[in-house]
């Protein structure tokens, strides 16, 4: 079986999520994962934006690195997941960033749309939570020890 070349750097995960709750129990499963990631926290699709593309608060390329993995909501305020992965999946500098939509829709038409405009992968959201921690142990296999990602900036 193939192994993957190890990370010279932390695996870096941007999660796009508008409501505290989610983002906690991302968080806690996470730790609860064995996933050795840095995770980075954003409230919407404005937010999103401005850090891929370092913009206002997120200069710092220390505060705001480029993530390995972006994990998308679809529902939020402001910009819609929808719409952030056509600004994403449109921009060059960022349309090689795996996206995966993370969210409560288990919505065909939303599953079309997502993979029309270039997401990676669409993933409901499990309700039980060592579901969730299961999830995050298998996304990170996945990208972080089997895939061969982009080489980042």
Not at 122 to 137: H, I, S
Request: net charge negative; charged share 25%.
């Amino acid at each position: 079986m193939p192994t993957a070349t190890p990370h010279t750097r932390p695996y870096t995960i941007l999660l796009v999520e508008d409501s505290p709750a989610q983002q906690q129990l991302t968080r806690r499963a996470l730790e609860d994962s064995s996933v050795a990631a840095q995770l980075f926290v954003v409230d919407d699709g404005v937010e999103a934006l401005k850090f891929l593309r370092r913009e206002d608060t997120y200069s710092d390329a220390a505060r705001s690195p480029r993530p390995d993995i972006i994990l998308l909501d679809l529902n939020m305020p402001r910009m819609d997941g929808h719409a952030v992965l056509k600004h994403l999946k449109q921009d060059a500098k960022l349309a090689t960033i795996p996206v995966t939509v993370l969210t409560t829709s288990n919505s065909d038409a939303d599953a079309m749309e997502c993979y029309a405009s270039g997401a990676n992968a669409f993933v409901p959201k499990p309700a039980e939570y060592d579901k969730f921690v299961q999830l995050f142990n298998a996304l990170s296999m996945f990208w972080a020890q089997f895939v061969k990602l982009p080489p980042g900036e």
